[in-house]
């Protein structure tokens, strides 16, 4: 499986979690940050079924979700799934890095979420 | 500071208009509100304009300035301000704390967004530029999208329903087929759109679980309005001035993913509670609102926010009309994002503009709420992550 290649950023005054990056901490104004790379599998926290998309996707839908790793991080990603039928909020999901997009023919890569 | 008035506003209307240009249209909407306020023929200090998307959709940056010397109002000092779907109300806040400050006594705003000459796809990822572009935009989350993550997780807290859903975008369509302005005005039923086996095709899922119907539509438009030291308005215009009562802006984290609770519009409250300081009124004093419901959750979600229910109620008040003309406050009685329509860049402007008229009791009695004395707006810039609340009040203080 390929890393998945974020990074998250845990304030080392409050311990509050950030991703993307801040330079001062939501919570306290800390500035000082300890880099956090995500583990394990991911909560699914919310999601849709997205019909009407933007240019640069040819896909029917896109099923969008919202979830949060096992450390803590909260990240939004594609659930690989060919309907909503059996996901639910609270469900546990795999994640991988994988290509979300592509443009010009050239694969962007970013997180996928898929059921268990 | 000087208190601040609106005392000219014009509007054009909003819907498909491929024979005008983008400054064609921030003109017409222009030269109604100084022919509005009795300015035809003099100047404007300042100039301030709305717009989001001329540089991406037009190709067409520095709009503030073709528009200047478009209505030969040189040398007047010209801006454009963009602040995604809430440039509108940002553009005016620039413009009364220009006039309030004692910098300039004559201020035109004028805002709007051209949106219809690219395909669906185009307006689609243009709007999806504000998204974070980093973390959300290249999953192709669209605005749509996270209105729909929202919406699921207010059904999941407070038990809203599609039938309140339904139930707002059938008002707005309603009060939009009375107003000639609004881009839709088709009157459309909860048979039609979600009781009926061909509802399914009616009103298809767009971000599940919204569906078609409870979006606004991509809309070209323009609306202006003219600003003016209060003490001034009686020497400028024979319209009744408006005061600008108060104003509040706030905002939010850039993505959804970093709320604490993803259904706190915090920014709402924020901006709601610095405007009802600031004009020292309270929700219950507030006659009639403009809410930004480019998704029809987002009416109900709003009119919690800025206290006028409690969270939750919302829905049930939509479903009891406490939401139409003639119930407890009204909302969107111009029909709203839902069928004015939403060119970005205009609507918080437009918003303002249909207050006016309101507060004026310058509308037709199927669109007018009685004896009006008060009005709020809301402008949601991103997800709620910039908002603009503004409150008018009919003749001064």
Same mark, same amino acid.
Request: net charge negative.
């Given at each position: ?15 509050h979690?950030?991703?993307p ?5 939501l ?39 919202i ?6 991080i ?27 997009? #592509? ?5 962007? #890569? ?7 | 500071?000087?208190?601040v ?22 003109? #017409? ?22 717009n ?86 290249? #999953? ?21 329903t599609?039938?309140m ?80 009562a ?89 029909g709203?994002?839902?069928?004015r ?10 918003q ?46």
């Amino acid at each position: 499986m390929n890393e998945i290649k974020i990074t998250a950023y845990k304030c080392k005054k409050c311990g509050h979690i950030h991703y993307p990056k801040h330079e001062r901490c939501l919570k306290c104004k800390g500035r000082e940050f300890e880099e956090l790379k995500p583990e394990g599998n991911v909560k699914l926290l919310a999601y849709t079924q997205q019909f009407n998309l933007p240019w640069g996707f040819d896909e029917r839908f896109l099923i969008i979700g919202i979830a949060q790793f096992e450390n803590g991080i909260k990240a939004l990603g594609q659930i690989k799934a060919e309907s909503l039928e059996g996901i639910k909020t609270g469900m546990v999901l795999k994640p991988s890095w994988e290509p979300v997009r #592509y443009v010009y023919g050239e694969p962007v #890569y970013g997180l996928k979420f898929e059921p268990l | 500071m000087r208190d601040v008035a609106i005392i000219g506003v014009g509007m054009i209307p909003f819907g498909r208009r491929d024979e005008d240009t983008l400054v064609d249209m921030l003109a #017409y909407a222009s030269m109604h509100a100084l022919d509005d306020a009795g300015l035809g023929d003099k100047g404007v200090d300042a100039v301030y304009v709305a717009n989001m998307g001329g540089g991406i959709l037009q190709h067409q940056t520095a709009v503030a300035s073709a528009l200047v010397d478009r209505l030969s109002l040189l040398p007047a000092a010209a801006d454009t301000v963009e602040n995604g779907p809430a440039s509108g109300a940002s553009a005016v806040k620039n413009g009364v704390l220009a006039v309030a400050s004692g910098y300039y006594d004559t201020v035109l705003v004028a805002g709007g967004e051209k949106m219809r000459e690219v395909t669906g796809w185009k307006a689609t990822d243009f709007v999806a530029t504000l998204t974070h572009p980093e973390v959300e935009y290249p #999953y192709g989350v669209t605005l749509p999208g996270m209105a729909g993550i929202f919406t699921r997780l207010y059904m999941e807290k407070y038990g809203l329903t599609r039938e309140m859903l339904v139930a707002v975008a059938i008002k707005n369509q309603a009060m939009g087929a009375l107003n000639p302005y609004a881009h839709v005005e088709m009157l459309i039923t909860q048979e039609g759109i979600l009781d009926s086996p061909h509802s399914v095709v009616n009103n298809p899922a767009m971000a599940d679980p919204l569906h078609l119907y409870d979006a606004c539509p991509v809309s070209d438009g323009a609306a202006a309005l003219i600003l003016c030291p209060l003490e001034m308005a009686q020497e400028l215009t024979k319209n009744v001035p408006i005061l600008v009562a108060g104003f509040g802006q706030a905002t939010d984290t850039h993505t959804l993913q970093e709320r604490e609770d993803p259904t706190d519009l915090k920014a709402v409250t924020l901006a709601a509670q610095q405007a009802f300081k600031r004009a020292n009124l309270k929700p219950s004093d507030i006659d009639v609102a403009e809410l930004h419901d480019a998704f029809t959750i987002l009416e109900i979600a709003e009119s919690e926010h800025v206290g006028f229910f409690k969270k939750g109620e919302g829905g049930k008040a939509v479903l009891a009309g406490k939401t139409k003309l003639g119930g407890q406050i009204p909302i969107n009685v111009s029909g709203g994002l839902k069928a004015r329509g939403h060119p970005v860049g205009g609507t918080g402007v437009a918003q303002l503009v249909d207050l006016t008229w309101q507060l004026r009791h310058e509308l037709p009695k199927e669109r007018q709420v009685k004896n009006a004395k008060t009005g709020l707006s809301v402008n949601f810039g991103g997800f709620g992550n910039n908002v603009l609340c503004f409150i008018l009040k009919r003749g001064g203080k």
